[in-house]
């Protein structure tokens, strides 16, 4: 991930610092092949142009030019810039009690996982996770939840395999977490191929029952654009909270991760980096950008 882009951009960087003195046409020059590579990346089209046009903007500055050091310091305005569109600082989340975290998505995107992982992360902190399968679409993801929290020794609660109202599940969830002594509850809810109004209405009633402070949205990075699509859809519908990309492991352009914030405005909280379930990473905008700039 991020390799390609950060190869470019090394590659420009080195031109620019490789040069005593910069001119206005340098910088325009350089900045046309960063927003290239952007592009390639899959990085949104008027991200990518608003992004490279602030970049710009500062990097014409007389403090620019007339400095010893323009490439380098256009570097800098440029990382800057980059770890404020990837979200500035960390966010975090939201766990006071009673503390509930909604796990929403499509299929496939990586949300039992996800869940199973977020669930080892909080413990490992010393909370006290419980895990909820709400996943009455595919009934697989019972199964696959339950058997993830036992390897990660998480109580979790199935409901019974032809249950189909979820309203019903969340509330017999909540009479068993009663006898559990968690701190933190995660629910795994229904996915679809796409979007439709029949997961958004279920969504909307759990919500609206649950009251969960975090509604995280799991979107698979290797998606691309249609990736930050449907984070600005779920928002819309449902109301989200932040994001975790997953697949950052993947050979994924990485656009995705750089439109995510800019284009929903909400944070990328976590990514998922592998199938493993200690896969998974806090997502630091200021880590991240350091590393793509190599
Ligand atoms: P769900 O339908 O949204 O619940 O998706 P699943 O949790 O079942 O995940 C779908 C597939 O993606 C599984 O094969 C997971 O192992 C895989 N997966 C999830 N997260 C990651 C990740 O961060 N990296 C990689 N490489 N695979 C992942």
Redesign the pocket.
């Known amino acids: 991930m991020f390799n390609q882009l950060s190869d470019k951009l090394e590659g420009v960087f080195k031109n620019l610092r490789g040069q005593g003195k910069l001119s206005e046409r340098n910088i325009k020059d350089a900045m046309t092949e960063v927003r290239l590579a952007l592009l390639e990346a899959d990085v949104d089209y008027s991200v990518a142009r608003d992004f490279i046009s602030s970049v710009r903007d500062e990097a014409m500055g007389e403090k620019v030019l007339k400095s010893v050091t323009p490439g380098q310091q256009i570097v800098k305005i440029f990382r800057d810039k980059l770890a404020e569109l990837l979200g500035g600082d960390q966010a975090p989340l939201e766990l006071t009690p009673p503390a509930r975290i909604l796990m929403v998505?499509?299929?496939?995107?990586?949300?039992?996982?996800?869940s199973a992982k977020l669930a080892l992360r909080l413990k490992k902190e010393g909370r006290r996770p419980l895990l909820v399968a709400c996943?009455l679409f595919?009934p697989a993801?019972i199964d696959?939840l339950e058997t993830l929290a036992r390897e990660i020794d998480v109580p979790v609660f199935t409901p019974d395999r032809d249950e189909k109202n979820v309203i019903k599940v969340a509330k017999q969830a909540l009479k068993w977490a009663e006898t559990q002594n968690g701190t933190v509850m995660i629910f795994?809810t229904a996915?679809r191929q796409e979007i439709d109004d029949a997961l958004i209405r279920e969504l909307e009633d759990l919500q609206k029952f649950l009251q969960a402070k975090e509604v995280l949205l799991?979107a698979d990075s290797a998606t691309g654009q249609q990736a930050v699509n449907v984070a600005k859809r779920f928002d819309e519908a449902v109301g989200i909270s932040g994001i975790v990309l997953?697949?950052?492991?993947?050979d994924a352009r990485g656009g995705a991760a750089l439109s995510m914030r800019s284009v929903t405005g909400k944070p990328i909280k976590f990514s998922?980096?592998?199938?493993k379930i200690a896969?998974f990473e806090a997502f630091v905008p200021d880590r991240l950008a350091d590393r793509m700039l190599g």
Do not use: F, M, P
């Open positions: 998505g499509l299929n496939g995107a990586g949300k039992t996982t996800t996943d595919r993801a696959q795994d996915g799991v997953t697949k950052l492991d993947g998922g980096v592998g199938e896969d």
